[in-house]
């Protein structure tokens, strides 16, 4: 029996404002406990929220960036919950107009681009966080996070597996980083994931009953929960179970999803318009002003990359994944003036995997294009062989210095004198007879051994290309 999984994610991103949604309390992450909650946040008798202009402004920018339609008239409503961490009994949020309804997000996944709609995204502010660790049968409540702004970004349930999902929510993530409206950092809780998780067969046209996992703060755990929940639920079925719509929690430790509570619907949470709060009417030079300030967005710099370098679909999703990235291939490509395909190679190869090697971000990368372009440079011209310029490199990130200055400090450079390398090939073939013979018998790996004698001979400096060249000339 085949299954269809069918995903769809609901993302808390943490908008990068200096004070909360509704008060001016500060969103700086770290505070000590409860110094970070002003009269609005901690729902004191009598105080009235004003809507943070600067949220409202990056909400619009989200909008627009994934094509959606901004309401000019947006509501803020109450939904309606009891929890110990929400110190008012309700979340000011939106439900009915959202300040953002549609839009999509692009992705490439094996070599395809892929397209999935939003269904809207709507601002809203945090709740505080209950602590249970450090308190011995108790729980301590934390409300520095207690109106945080937040816009929630919710997709159509459009994507199929787990790994399609995990795509997805690293472009969106890459997205608001991009555009500069959140900071991305899953560690602290700035951007938070929900998977919405149903299965079918394959040949059905509605959707299965969905689970919603919660919390999802890192993209190993979203596929791993997406892939077990699926799981579950197949076997469930298979078995002539069905499966309960409900929240569950990820346990990263056993690779399982439990249950946490029955999934409430919209009318559980007995939404209405906020008393306080006036509605969020957006004119339209606001608009014009916001969309003026947007930079290239990574789906169109990545169909520039393509057209422009001669770049695969793959390398230009590389390269784009986050601003930094692309930022440094530009400035790499204008610094070298060599193939934009060579620059391509050592970004996504030597100095992504150094990056990850040390767990630094590129934005912070100790080798500038400038440097990097100094290398790219003596390897194009000859003056260095590949092997070389990864040595180069290395020095180059530990120690600093230009290219040429290690180039020549190290000894580095390789060994491009025809008549030199002409007399290294005579005295290889001098002392391997035997290889030379194979080769003329037609054993073509002969020819590649007698190359490596040549660039051993010449402790790797022989230019390898004008080595091949001789050596096929005086084999015949």
């Not at 149903?198 to 997406?226: H, P, W, Y």
């Not at 079925?237 to 990820?250: C, I």
């Not at 790797?460 to 015949?476: D, H």
Request: hydrophobic letters at 40%; proline letters at 4%; aromatic letters at 6%.
């Amino acid at each position: 029996m085949a299954w269809e999984v069918v995903v769809g994610i609901e993302t808390h991103a943490q908008l990068a404002t200096k004070s909360k949604m509704f008060s001016g309390a500060s969103t700086a992450f770290g505070a000590a406990p409860n110094t970070q909650a002003a009269a609005v946040d901690i729902a004191l008798p009598g105080v009235l929220p004003v809507a943070n202009r600067a949220a409202i402004e990056l909400a619009i920018r989200f909008g627009l960036a994934v094509k959606g339609a901004i309401n000019r008239r947006s509501i803020f409503a109450r939904k309606n919950y009891f929890y110990p961490d929400l110190p008012k009994g309700y979340q000011i949020s939106q439900y009915e107009s959202p300040i953002v309804r549609g839009g999509e997000i692009r992705f490439t996944l094996n070599d395809a681009e892929r397209v999935v709609r939003l269904t809207r995204a709507h601002l809203e502010e945090d709740a505080g966080k209950s602590l249970h660790e450090d308190f011995h049968g108790m729980t301590g409540i934390d409300l520095n996070r207690a109106g945080t702004p937040l816009l929630e970004i919710v997709s159509e349930p459009e994507l199929r597996g787990a790994k399609e999902a995990v795509a997805y929510a690293r472009a969106l993530h890459a997205l608001v980083m991009w555009i500069g409206i959140c900071d991305g950092n899953m560690q602290e809780g700035s951007f938070r994931c929900d998977a919405n998780v149903s299965v079918k067969k394959t040949d059905e046209k509605g959707l299965g009953t969905r689970c919603e996992i919660k919390n999802l703060n890192s993209f190993r755990f979203m596929e791993q929960a997406i892939e077990f929940e699926a799981k579950r639920q197949v076997e469930l079925l298979e078995d002539g179970g069905q499966v309960e719509q409900e929240t569950r929690l990820y346990d990263p430790e056993r690779g399982e999803t439990r249950s946490m509570r029955t999934k409430e619907d919209a009318q559980d949470y007995r939404y209405f318009p906020d008393p306080d709060l006036l509605p969020l009417v957006v004119p339209e030079q606001l608009l014009s002003e916001i969309l003026q300030g947007l930079p290239e967005l990574p789906d169109v710099r990545r169909e520039r990359f393509v057209r422009e370098y001669a770049l695969t679909v793959y390398d230009a999703g590389l390269l784009t994944a986050s601003r930094a990235a692309a930022d440094y291939f530009e400035a790499l490509v204008k610094a070298a003036g060599v193939e934009p395909k060579l620059c391509a190679n050592w970004q996504t190869g030597e100095l992504s995997a150094v990056l990850n090697r040390e767990e630094q971000d590129i934005a912070t990368c100790p080798v500038s294009p400038q440097m990097l372009a100094g290398i790219l440079r003596r390897i194009s011209d000859g003056t260095i062989s590949g092997k070389a310029a990864k040595q180069v490199f290395e020095v180059m990130w530990k120690l600093g210095g230009s290219a040429d200055e290690i180039i020549e400090r190290d000894g580095l450079r390789q060994v491009s004198d025809a008549g030199a390398i002409e007399k290294l090939v005579d005295e290889v073939l001098a002392a391997n007879a035997r290889l030379a013979a194979d080769y003329r018998s037609g054993k073509e790996k002969a020819f590649n051994a007698l190359v490596g004698q040549v660039m051993k001979a010449s402790r790797g400096k022989a230019n390898p290309v004008q080595a091949a060249e001789a050596l096929r000339r005086k084999l015949g």
